[in-house]
């Protein structure tokens, strides 16, 4: 008998062994995937040299974490079968217009969304016209991504689309930047600027939204490392949490799913429609004269939100801004409840 406790005690232990304890133990997995032919990117200027300044192996694409063993969180690396430069010098007949280009920043993984998974790669890279100096032309931002099938998804093929279209968009890119610089013109692409300092990748946005509806009072938090806008129209997730004050009861809910669409309308403003799925508990403030269920303690909650913001391009601002949502919300013993009103934005972004 004392033999099988021990085992017992043994499998107990194994068991609620911290998963983040059990990852040091196991090395990082790789995966190489391909890039494109350079015969099939028709770059018209010529590349005099490619550096790669990310302080990073030159081959790393990105890294993102998957699940070993159902449930052990592990790092996967993902890596170009040569080094990332390599695949960018190009060679033109017009040899008078050459580029140096920088790559300063470059990730590829996965987003998991619940109307939009995809796979995303975005980058940084400064572009010099290469005379008897080197003159900074700007900073090209890309954000590419491609849509994850939802049956049948390989994360290989996915990966593998997704940096092939990100090099067809970088030659793209570079084609109108060197027939604007040969004909003497202004570069005019939304995605390329100049700036006066290092380049920030990412912006840590925090805010709060308070929704007032007929029948509740909410307060939404939220948080998220949202990456440099490189286009008009742009997707970004987020991690939040919901406290409501209800009629006849209070609950705290966590999100399951915190997606949102931008759309950039100057400089200063844009417009964000967000969903969000959240699960949570319930207090209930009529137990003294009304009687409850035990799953009457769970509330799922779908929002949807559209609201103006205020929110510089590439700067580190307070930002605040107003909408209208509605919410549709789930429990037990009560028929699905749809609720609408305003909301009022105030946060930061660094």
């Known amino acids: 008998m ?21 990852s040091q133990t196991i090395v990082r997995d790789s995966l190489i995937i391909s890039l494109k032919d350079k015969e099939l990117l028709p770059l018209r200027a010529s590349i005099d040299s490619v550096l790669d300044v990310r302080q990073k192996p030159e081959r790393l694409l990105g890294i993102m974490e998957k699940n070993k063993y159902l449930f052990v969180p592990v790092d996967l690396g993902i890596y170009s079968q040569t080094p990332l430069k390599n695949e960018l010098l190009k060679t033109s007949v017009d040899q008078n217009l050459q580029f140096t280009l920088e790559l300063a920043e470059l990730k590829l993984y996965k987003v ?4 939009y998974p995809h796979y995303k790669v975005f980058s940084i890279i400064h572009v010099y016209q290469r005379q008897k100096d080197k003159i900074y032309l700007g900073t090209l931002t890309q954000e590419v991504t491609t849509k ?31 027939e604007s610089v040969s004909k003497g013109r202004k570069i005019n692409l939304y995605n390329m600027e100049k700036t006066p300092g290092p380049v920030k990748p990412v912006h840590l946005l925090g805010g709060t939204d308070i929704l007032i509806s007929r029948d509740s009072r909410i307060v939404d938090a939220h948080m998220s490392f949202s990456l440099r806008e490189a286009a008009q129209k742009f997707f ?5 949490m919901r406290y409501r004050d209800g009629k ?17 309308i ?54 605040f801004g107003m909408g209208i949502f509605f919410n549709y919300y789930y429990i037990y013993s009560m028929d699905i409840k ?13």
């Open 2 to 22: 004392s033999i099988w406790l021990r085992n017992i005690n043994l499998l107990i232990c194994f068991l609620i062994l911290p998963p983040t304890l059990l």
């Open 112 to 115: 998991k969304s619940l109307l």
């Open 148 to 178: 994850k099938p939802f049956l049948k998804d390989k994360l290989e093929k996915g990966l593998e689309q997704t940096i092939q279209k990100w090099q067809l968009d970088v030659v793209n890119d570079l084609n109108q930047i060197s």
């Open 236 to 240: 970004r997730t987020a991690y939040g």
């Open 248 to 264: 006849n009861h209070e609950s705290i809910e966590f999100g399951l799913y915190n997606d949102s669409w931008f759309y950039r």
């Open 266 to 319: 100057n400089k200063s403003f844009l417009t964000q429609r967000k969903l969000q799925v959240l699960y949570g508990f319930n207090k209930w403030n009529d137990y003294k004269t009304e009687k409850h269920e035990i799953y009457d303690m769970f509330i799922l909650d779908t929002s949807l939100s559209t609201s103006l913001l205020y929110n510089p391009l590439h700067r580190s601002s307070l930002t």
């Open 338 to 350: 749809t609720e609408y009103g305003v909301l009022f934005h105030a946060g930061v972004k660094l």
